[in-house]
């Protein structure tokens, strides 16, 4: 099956900072890739996704990049707030869901 | 647009005891999942659902758990008996079709399971 890796597992920035977090794939048969936010005691919320047939996508301050080629994908989160602080799991999905192991993320006001 | 409900939000047995939870989906979606998490890690699937069919329960272990969607709507997740590594938040997800794996889903609050 699939298998997803996901970097790093916690990272802290500066309010106001850039944060990136990476995921790579093995299944070249992946066609989608979501980034769900979860905040604590809640489900994941879908915040962006990105589909094969796509290289970026921007979402006022979120933004997903996908390379097929090298099958791994990124989020960016750029001029971060308190409120961004949450886990984020990436995905990648041939034919279910296959999650990272989330990367937990701390904004520092 | 009411989300998607799971009760209850908390349980807590002891191992070899059975637990139930269940799961309302969005109204209209036809597809419906179930996920475990464990601490730490991102949600894996265990059952999924079209309509009342089951399409995919290759990751849930039949010896202990079952699950069912009578009607095509709510959903029930059984684990008879429960062990200890059974602790988990138990994730209810659904989706408008879910004929392919690229439709969106929706998540639930989920149900943390603490097996003492």
């Known amino acids: 099956g699939e298998n997803v890796e996901q970097h790093p597992s916690t990272l802290s920035v500066q309010e106001g900072d850039s944060a990136v977090i990476k995921c790579t794939y093995s299944?070249?048969?992946?066609?989608?890739f979501p980034w769900y936010k979860q905040e604590l005691g809640k489900g994941p919320q879908l915040i962006i996704d990105?589909?094969?047939?796509?290289g970026e996508k921007k979402d006022q301050r979120i933004a997903v990049t996908l390379n097929k080629t090298a099958k791994h994908f990124s989020l960016h989160i750029t001029e971060t707030q308190p409120e961004d602080s949450a886990v984020y799991f990436c995905a990648a999905t041939p034919l279910q869901f296959y999650f990272g192991t989330g990367t937990s993320l701390t904004v520092i006001p | 647009e009411a989300g998607v409900a799971q009760s209850p939000r908390y349980k807590i047995i002891e191992k070899r005891q059975s637990v139930a939870f269940w799961c309302n989906p969005i109204?209209?979606?036809?597809?419906l999942y179930w996920y475990q998490q464990i601490l730490g890690q991102g949600p894996k699937l265990l059952i999924q659902f079209q309509n009342n069919g089951v399409v995919d329960d290759s990751q849930l272990p039949k010896d202990r758990f079952s699950a069912e969607r009578l009607k095509g709507v709510d959903s029930t997740l059984k684990i008879q008996p429960a062990k200890l590594e059974d602790s988990a938040v138990y994730l209810c997800?659904?989706?408008?079709?879910?004929?392919?794996?690229?439709?969106?889903?929706?998540f639930g609050p989920g149900t943390r399971l603490t097996v003492l």
């Open positions: 109204s209209g979606h036809a597809t």
């Open positions: 990105i589909r094969s047939n796509v």
């Open positions: 997800a659904s989706s408008l079709a879910g004929r392919t794996s690229t439709d969106t889903q929706y």
């Open positions: 299944d070249s048969a992946s066609n989608y």
